[in-house]
């Protein structure tokens, strides 16, 4: 399984299916710069691969992510730095809150912008909407401040049982600045958000999925991301890709301009060799429960 350049990423490819592990199991997945450069790097190559039709994002071991480890969050400390992009709650690696990496001074790290993100830990996040076929977070155990808001970059969440979500930045007198703030309401409504975000509860799976935070509960909720994914990448790529983009596009654009697009989207797909080849599938697995 490749690795991205600091190994604490790793991808497979298989049948068209992108499986995504956060690789530092010892540490439940916590987030140091490494890791959101690993993050970046490898969404970015998923970016422009055309085989995969799915993508699955998960953490190796018993964690999703546990949020900013611990020794990042003290180097950043003795440094003098802001803290602002990350939070940690587990003994295991910290109990902490904030940050990946400012720079001089008190600024947040920027650079070129990546998508609408310019934050490296922003970037870690916001990679996965910019993939073009849909990405299924696979949540264990912890998944917590700069954890949860990874999570909230992918199209599609299936938690476990033992599910912890939280955006606990408050307690550390900050606010989650990993896209938290901007993706949170999109998934559970204005008023939803701003309790999570003001208090830095924890929510559990089944609370998680009664106010949206998660689409699905699955007793291996890595397993049926894979499965979902199976079942995704066997469909229109074209499609998938349309499917992707016409959904997000509503959160931006006015009806006008998103009735059109789905029309285009029509257009385009209508009589290619990819959506013949799609119908005549369908039309020979229809014809074949008929007869038996």
Not at 74 to 79: G, M
Request: hydrophobic share 40%.
């Amino acid at each position: 399984m490749p690795h991205a350049a600091h190994s604490n990423v790793t991808y497979a490819i298989e049948r068209g299916v992108a499986h995504v592990e956060i690789d530092r199991a010892e540490k439940l997945n916590s987030l140091t710069r490494e890791v959101f450069e690993d993050l970046v790097e490898v969404g970015l190559a998923l970016k422009e691969s055309t085989e995969v039709r799915a993508v699955v994002l998960s953490g190796r071991g018993r964690a999703f992510s546990a949020g900013l480890d611990f020794t990042e969050m003290s180097r950043l400390a003795d440094e003098g730095t802001a803290t602002t992009e990350t939070g940690t709650e587990t003994s295991s690696t910290a109990e902490a809150g904030a940050g990946n990496a400012s720079s001089t001074g008190g600024t947040v790290d920027v650079g070129e912008r990546l998508g609408s993100a310019r934050a490296l830990a922003q970037k870690a996040v916001h990679v996965w909407s910019l993939i073009e076929v849909p990405v299924i977070a696979g949540l264990r155990g912890p998944a917590l401040g700069g954890g949860m808001q990874i999570a909230l970059g992918t199209d599609i969440r299936i938690a476990g049982p033992d599910v912890q979500l939280s955006l606990m930045e408050i307690k550390w007198g900050i606010i989650p600045d990993m896209c938290g703030t901007q993706l949170l309401p999109r998934l559970v409504g204005p008023g939803m958000s701003k309790k999570l975000i003001a208090t830095g509860e924890a929510v559990g799976a089944e609370e998680a999925l009664r106010i949206g935070l998660v689409e699905e509960l699955a007793e291996d909720p890595v397993e049926r991301a894979l499965e979902l994914a199976g079942d995704i990448a066997g469909k229109s790529r074209s499609a998938l890709v349309w499917v992707k983009k016409l959904v997000d596009l509503s959160y931006e654009a006015d009806l006008t301009t998103g009735l059109d697009a789905e029309q285009e989207a029509l257009a385009s797909l209508i009589g290619t060799d990819e959506q013949r080849q799609v119908v005549q599938e369908r039309l020979a697995a229809m014809a074949k429960r008929s007869k038996g």
